[in-house]
């Protein structure tokens, strides 16, 4: 066997199964962590994430977020994408987030679906801290113009907590409205 063939097959068996599997969906809350950044020619790229815990095993939900992408620079945001990563307690759980729930960003994601993928990692316990990863890039596709991602540590809020409602009185039956008529 040449060096080029062992070299290759360990590449294409990671490749066809080694990555994290989808399960599910969550509802978007507050425990989410959302990074970011924006593109010189206009647009913007959040991704929201939390870690679950899935049966002993991790599980990272999360949604990718995009607002007013310049459409001068198509797969851009796909790049930036492919090249991001979730950390958990500081570990890379998760590379390429263009699997995310893709959606439109909105006054309020609390309550929108985010997709969940279970990774081969076992759950750490307690509240474990998740980073989203988000690096700088540059697109050189547009062969008039080099477009460049900066990540933001200046993300809009997009989780909102939920609005306190006043309590609501327990409503008591009147003493004759629990009593037969007699006839």
């Given at each position: 066997m040449s060096l080029r063939y062992l070299m290759i097959v360990p590449l294409l068996l990671a490749a066809c199964g080694g990555g994290p599997k989808l399960q599910g969906t969550d509802a978007i809350d507050q425990t989410y962590t959302v990074a970011g950044?924006?593109?010189?020619?206009?647009?913007t790229v959040l991704v929201a994430a939390a870690a679950r815990d899935?049966?002993?095993?991790?599980?990272?939900?999360?949604?990718?977020?995009?607002?007013?992408?310049?459409?001068?620079?198509?797969?851009?945001?796909?790049?930036?994408?492919?090249?991001?990563?979730?950390?958990?307690?500081?570990?890379?759980?998760m590379r390429d987030l263009r699997n995310l729930s893709r959606l439109s960003l909105g006054d309020n994601l609390t309550g929108r679906p985010a997709k969940c993928f279970v990774t081969g990692d076992r759950w750490p316990g307690g509240s474990p801290e998740v980073a989203v990863r988000l690096p700088r890039h540059q697109d050189r596709s547009n062969r008039q113009r080099v477009v460049t991602f900066m990540p933001s540590d200046e993300v809009p809020l997009v989780i909102q907590p939920p609005q306190p409602t006043a309590p609501v009185p327990e409503q008591q039956p009147s003493p004759g409205q629990w009593q037969r008529s007699s006839s």
């Amino acid at each position: 066997m040449s060096l080029r063939y062992l070299m290759i097959v360990p590449l294409l068996l990671a490749a066809c199964g080694g990555g994290p599997k989808l399960q599910g969906t969550d509802a978007i809350d507050q425990t989410y962590t959302v990074a970011g950044g924006k593109f010189d020619a206009g647009g913007t790229v959040l991704v929201a994430a939390a870690a679950r815990d899935f049966g002993g095993r991790l599980a990272i939900c999360g949604a990718r977020l995009q607002d007013k992408i310049n459409s001068s620079i198509p797969g851009a945001e796909e790049a930036v994408l492919l090249s991001s990563y979730v950390t958990v307690n500081g570990d890379t759980v998760m590379r390429d987030l263009r699997n995310l729930s893709r959606l439109s960003l909105g006054d309020n994601l609390t309550g929108r679906p985010a997709k969940c993928f279970v990774t081969g990692d076992r759950w750490p316990g307690g509240s474990p801290e998740v980073a989203v990863r988000l690096p700088r890039h540059q697109d050189r596709s547009n062969r008039q113009r080099v477009v460049t991602f900066m990540p933001s540590d200046e993300v809009p809020l997009v989780i909102q907590p939920p609005q306190p409602t006043a309590p609501v009185p327990e409503q008591q039956p009147s003493p004759g409205q629990w009593q037969r008529s007699s006839s």
